[in-house]
C-alpha cells in the first residue's frame, strides 16, 4: 500500500508544477497587463520592440510598462486607476464635467470596454491631479521642470514629439511621416474632454498630458502631441479639462 501511495504522490506533484508554470505563461502573455483583475484589459498599444521596458502596479492592481530616458524613468502606458492611493475613490464623472473643482476622471465617450480603457487610459482632470494621490507610493504626476528635462534630453520641444509618440496608424490618424518612438514612450492620441460642456474630441489625433504645476487659481500647466507635427507643446490650460496623466518614478 505505501508502494502504491507514492506512485500516486509523483504525478500529482507534476500536475501542481505544471499548474504553477500555466499561470506564470499567463501573466506574462498579457501584454503588461494583470489578468487577476477582471477591470484590466489588454492594451493594443504598439511598444518598440528594441527598448527593454519595466513594469509598476497602480492601487487599482493595474500594471504598466515603464521605460527610462536619459535620467529619468515614465510610464509608457496612460494611467487608468479609479482610486487614489490611500485607497478612496476617484469620482467618476460620466455626465457633470464642467462645473467640478473637486478631483475626478472619465472614459473617452464614457466607454466601458476594457480593452480601450487599457490601451488610452482614462482622462482626469487637474483637481485630480492636484491631490498629489493619483499616483501609487514611489510615483508622481511629473512637474512643468521634469517635462522640460524630457523634451531638452530629446533635442527639444520642435522634435521630441516624433521621438516620443507611437509609429504607424493603429491609433494615429495620419501619424507624422517622422515618428520613431525610438524612446519607447509610445505616446497616444487619448484626446481629450472639453471643460465647458464636456463633450469629447480628438481621439486619433492628439495626446494630452498634465503637469502637476499650477499657472493660476484657473489654469495648470500641460503638454501635448498631434497628428501633423514632431513638435511637444507647452501650454496653459483650464483646469477642468479632461487629460491623459503619465506618471514619473520618484528617486531616478
Not at 19 to 37: H, I, M, Q, T, Y
Not at 169 to 193: C, D, K, M, S
Not at 220 to 232: H, I, L, N, P, Q
Amino acid at each position: 500500500m505505501k508502494k502504491k501511495t507514492n506512485i500516486l504522490i509523483f504525478p500529482l506533484l507534476i500536475i501542481g508544477v505544471f499548474l504553477v508554470f500555466a499561470s506564470s505563461c499567463e501573466k506574462d502573455d498579457n501584454n503588461g497587463s494583470s489578468s487577476n483583475n477582471p477591470t484590466n484589459g489588454k492594451t493594443t498599444a504598439v511598444f518598440n520592440s528594441a527598448v527593454t521596458y519595466g513594469t509598476m502596479t497602480d492601487q487599482d492592481g493595474n500594471v504598466y510598462k515603464t521605460v527610462t530616458i536619459g535620467t529619468q524613468t515614465w510610464m509608457a502606458e496612460n494611467l487608468r486607476t479609479t482610486k487614489y492611493n490611500d485607497g478612496t475613490a476617484v469620482s467618476n464623472a460620466t455626465t457633470e464635467w464642467a462645473s467640478l473643482t473637486t478631483g475626478a476622471y472619465c472614459n473617452y465617450n464614457n466607454t466601458t470596454d476594457i480593452d480601450t480603457i487599457a490601451t488610452y487610459g482614462r482622462l482626469y482632470n487637474w483637481y485630480a491631479v492636484n491631490t498629489s494621490k493619483l499616483a501609487p507610493r514611489g510615483w508622481h504626476v511629473p512637474s512643468d521642470a521634469e517635462w522640460s528635462t524630457l523634451t531638452y534630453y530629446l533635442g527639444g520641444e520642435s522634435v521630441a514629439g516624433d521621438k516620443l509618440k507611437e509609429t504607424g496608424a493603429t491609433h494615429w490618424i495620419r501619424p507624422h511621416t517622422g515618428v520613431t518612438n525610438e524612446t519607447g514612450f509610445t505616446a497616444l492620441p487619448g484626446g481629450y474632454r472639453l471643460f465647458s460642456n464636456g463633450a469629447y474630441l480628438y481621439i486619433g489625433e492628439v495626446g494630452n498630458w498634465w503637469s502637476s504645476t499650477e499657472s493660476s487659481t484657473s489654469n495648470a500647466w500641460m503638454r501635448y502631441v498631434e497628428k501633423t507635427s514632431g513638435d511637444v507643446v507647452s501650454l496653459r490650460f483650464v483646469k477642468e479639462f479632461g487629460f491623459s496623466v503619465a506618471l514619473r518614478i520618484e528617486f531616478i
